[in-house]
């Protein structure tokens, strides 16, 4: 009877440290996850806005350039994560006809402000005073980002955080 427990014991030992082992050295998933939309294919919602800091962004403005419209909040984590990779891709696209616009997703413009500067923003991002810009959208939850071409259109719905190397794959496909 001893025998037999301490087998079972060193059985569970081993599964649980090979479970450990696994989870400690398996790559966390950073792509965001392409979601189907109503706006895909459609020109996307007007968008007009006051930037955190001042100055004033407008889609309709931007028209021939691709546009990566990313929903983001001070207070998700998601966001966190991908706050470096947004900022690295926009200066890896600053002069490349690709702009990255940030739109603040029910959050205070001081906790905002404070995220961006903490993270190194690289981009713009509006404020979205009562979710309005949110419902055209029809965003619930950030982060969420619309990748929209040249011309207007929304291309692509991503949900969750986003890397750098998916955002170099969906851009390049949009710009085809």
């Excluded at 403005?61 to 994560?81: I, Q, T, Y």
């Excluded at 965003?139 to 259109?153: E, H, M, N």
Aim: hydrophobic fraction near 45%; charged fraction near 15%.
């Amino acid at each position: 009877m001893k025998r037999t427990i301490t087998i079972w014991s060193i059985v569970a030992l081993v599964i649980v440290v090979a479970f450990s082992i696994f989870l400690g050295t398996r790559q966390p998933l950073t792509d965001a996850t392409s979601a189907p939309s109503p706006l895909l294919g459609k020109v996307a919602p007007a968008l007009k806005g006051v930037e955190i800091g001042g100055g004033t962004f407008s889609l309709h403005r931007d028209l021939g350039h691709v546009v990566v419209l990313n929903f983001w909040a001070s207070w998700c984590e998601p966001c966190v994560e991908e706050a470096p990779n947004l900022s690295t891709f926009a200066w890896q696209e600053r002069n490349k006809g690709v702009d990255v616009v940030g739109v603040v997703f029910n959050d205070t413009v001081a906790a905002a402000d404070a995220f961006a500067k903490h993270y190194g923003s690289l981009y713009p991002s509006i404020v979205d005073p009562g979710g309005a810009i949110a419902n055209r959208y029809g965003v619930t939850s950030p982060p969420t980002t619309y990748i929209i071409d040249a011309k207007g259109r929304v291309e692509a719905t991503l949900l969750g955080a986003v890397s750098v190397a998916q955002l170099n794959e969906v851009v390049k496909r949009v710009e085809r």
